[in-house]
């Protein structure tokens, strides 16, 4: 019975990635920062089946005493500062965690258990300022907010340990994936989340930034198993994941909107305050070789995720109000 470490366990990927490791047999272990509240709903449902240990980025010695504790042969790194506008007002803190972070977990694994095999989360914000459209794993890197930048060092780190130590670690340069389990701060659950509050009366609009930003939009669940996938592989690569098309937010409005019987152009405001200081246009993926080498497709649409994101958002209101 394999075992499997992941960091940012509670968080969206998380949940979904640990599901999945459960259901293929895994004994799987979460770390999570110690806090003085208890953020653990989207993994109440896994709490009796995985180990909750408490870890910290960014604490060297809290790592390898979890590395020791959990002896993993597979480990998932999905812990970060992960919301790019808060990058913006936390620069120093996002690298300390979502660059630094990471050495201080391929290191404690260098230490522990070089063999075990490293997945760290990279991000189609890497690409920002995109130098090609669409974007694979040998496009230029253009980061555009102290996030990016962040995970470009992530990125250039682990193939450091894998060339420099001959760790199988591989990097997941994943592009946005959303579902019901999204932090409400993000621009896809916040539209879904005022759709439903809007179409049951409890808000009349939702200011949102710029409209015109197109996203390679997926479904996080498809996602994981590409993670899961890039682990399996006999050497080590990098995958970009995505689905190879590309909606702006305004659609992804109309669509939420439309699926609650409203036009989204009665309630949605456009508003300056919420755009980026340097706003990044266009991120659309190119997943071929993730296709060819790991046999990954996707296989929600972005409509169907629309459709998931709404549904469930009005079913949390709604149950809410009751």
Known sequence: ?????????????????????????????????????????????LLDDIDIIQGDLHDQSSLVDVMERVQPDEVYNLAAQSF?????????????????????LLEAIRLVKPAARFYQASSSELFGKVREVPQNEDTPFYPRSPYGVAKVYAHWITVNYRESYGMHAASGILFNHESPRRGLDFVTRKITHGAARIRLGLQTELRLGNLEAKRDWGFAKDYVEAMWLMLQQEAAEDFVIGTGKAHSVREFC???????????????????RFYRPAEVDLLLADPTRAKEKLGWQPRVSFSELVQMMVEADLALVGGQLG
């Open 1 to 45: 019975m394999p075992a499997a470490l992941i960091t940012g366990v509670n968080g969206q990927d998380g949940s979904y990635l640990a599901e999945l490791l459960l259901e293929k047999g895994y004994t799987v272990a979460g770390m999570v920062r110690r806090s003085s509240t208890r953020n653990y709903e989207r993994i109440e449902h």
């Open 84 to 104: 790019v506008p808060t990058s913006w007002n936390q620069p120093v803190l996002t690298g300390e965690v979502s660059a630094l972070g990471v050495t201080r």
């Open 254 to 272: 109309e669509a939420a909107f439309k699926h609650v019987g409203l036009n989204y152009e009665d309630y949605v405001v456009e508003d300056e």
